[in-house]
């Protein structure tokens, strides 16, 4: 890695359960970071830009004037859950066949038909063709081009809800049924290939951008899984595992309670997600206020042997997969007099290790079984959780030295297209099981069970 840069991009919670960024602030932190980048290795030595993204944000703008209508609404917000619940009702096995998606609030198309209605104007400007909607891929391709481009790539477009795997393109009754005009939506072109180029007014040259991926399906190519019987599990805000499905044709049947979708390089994947895991951490350390920063909650952690029968349910956004429960809410049980601190932040990583067993566990029904995990993300810093992860799965953990995967996929992509031949080694940590927490395992999904019967509000 010649250089890196990031910014901060602030999260906003107008209500609760509801996420959301400043479009503007999202484009402009990308572009600061970017210019810091070209900045420190020379713009005569780029060769090519990749964009790997957060999937499922949704955005609307002015196709002219480049002017965001509303905020984007983030994966995570559960703003369209009866929405979604409704188009589930109606038409929940078709949408299925169709995208390989179950209808939840987590994907696009509701979140667009969401802006669509509640931005004054917006549904007559779409229908005059003035408006474009898109993830953040187009969202950053619009502006990096100076709207020369309204485009995407396969693998964001498989996570709309409004794309058909089979056919490989929009699909008018998904479209239909979730209110999303056809003339706004972006092209869809391979996740590797030529998607323009930069306006060179914003690095001092136009560069060609060759790569789009969304960050899972771009991790997983970056820890190059190309086939079957491995998988990769990302462990940022929340926490993806994804498994490659084939290259030939669509799977004609897909795990219960995963999704089937898109993968980079043209073939499929089945993923689950858990929605809550750095989020856990960052819970732990702010709003309860455990420890002062991520890297103490891990030291904290390791302080105990074990956690001493406290359990937690991590549904601080609900259950994803396999369970697929928008109302679920999280919670704290086994406490007794004598817990401590130490003993709770365990019981949180542990809840985040639990949940990649359960999406594991499906994964093996339906298919080939997975001999490692590959981690990347940033929880991965921490042994202890990665240690922990090794003994529910009894199956070893593989950590790269390299941890930005998700960048190093996309720019595998560019390389390929580009014509230069990717030669990239990093040093790998293995953890292999040294103990068991099937027991452990068994208590907390009875106590997970427990907590889903409770009624919602």
């Not at 779409?126 to 081009?145: F, K, M, P, R, Y």
């Not at 704290?332 to 290790?353: F, P, S």
């Not at 960048?407 to 040093?427: F, K, Y």
Request: with cysteine; charged share 20%; aromatic share 6%.
């Amino acid at each position: 890695m010649a250089a890196s840069a990031q910014r901060d991009l602030e999260s906003r919670f107008p209500q609760p359960g509801w996420v959301e960024q400043s479009s503007a602030d999202l484009w402009q932190s990308q572009l600061a970071a970017a210019r810091d980048v070209v900045e420190r290795v020379g713009v005569g030595e780029i060769r090519a830009v990749a964009i790997a993204n957060q999937r499922e944000t949704s955005l609307i703008w002015n196709r002219e004037s480049l002017e965001p209508l509303g905020p984007a609404i983030v994966w995570q917000c559960r703003r369209t859950a009866a929405a979604a619940a409704e188009l589930d009702a109606a038409h929940g096995v078709e949408v299925r066949r169709r995208s390989g998606l179950k209808p939840d609030a987590y994907f696009s198309g509701p979140k667009f038909s969401w802006l669509l209605d509640h931005v004054d104007g917006a549904r007559e400007l779409a229908v005059s063709g003035t408006l474009a909607c898109g993830t953040v891929d187009s969202w950053l391709l619009a502006n990096l081009t100076n709207d020369a481009v309204h485009a995407t790539d396969t693998t964001n477009a498989s996570r709309t809800m409004l794309w058909n795997l089979a056919d490989r393109q929009w699909d008018d009754q998904l479209c239909s049924w979730q209110r999303v005009p056809l003339s706004m939506l972006p092209e869809i072109r391979p996740s590797g290939g030529e998607f323009g180029l930069t306006d060179p007014t914003l690095f001092d040259r136009a560069l060609p951008i060759l790569a789009v991926a969304g960050d899972q399906q771009a991790a997983l190519y970056g820890h190059g899984i190309t086939s079957p019987g491995t998988a990769k599990c990302t462990y940022g805000t929340g926490a993806f595992l994804l498994t490659h499905a084939g290259t030939v044709a669509r799977p004609t049947s897909t795990p219960n309670g995963l999704l089937l979708t898109a993968a980079a390089d043209g073939g499929f994947v089945y993923e689950g997600g858990v929605f809550a895991a750095g989020s856990v951490v960052q819970w732990l350390r702010d709003e309860l206020q455990l420890a002062p920063t991520a890297a103490e909650v891990s030291a904290l952690v390791a302080s105990t042997d074990d956690s001493a029968g406290v359990m937690v349910i991590p549904a601080l956004a609900g259950l994803g997969s396999p369970h697929w429960d928008p109302d679920a809410r999280g919670a704290i049980l086994g406490i007794t007099r004598g817990t401590a601190r130490a003993q709770i932040a365990r019981a949180a990583l542990e809840a985040v290790a639990f949940r990649i067993r359960e999406i594991v566990d499906a994964m093996e029904t339906g298919g080939a079984p997975i001999e490692e995990l590959r981690a990347d993300g940033g929880m991965t810093s921490s042994d202890v959780l990665m240690q922990i992860q090794a003994n529910v799965l009894q199956r070893p953990i593989i950590r790269p030295s390299m941890q930005e995967t998700t960048a190093l996929g996309v720019a595998r992509l560019a390389m390929e297209v580009a014509g230069i031949e990717p030669r990239i080694e990093t040093e790998e940590h293995r953890f292999d099981p040294d103990g068991s927490l099937e027991p452990e395992f068994e208590r907390w999904t009875a106590a997970r069970q427990a907590v889903q019967s409770i009624p919602a509000e």
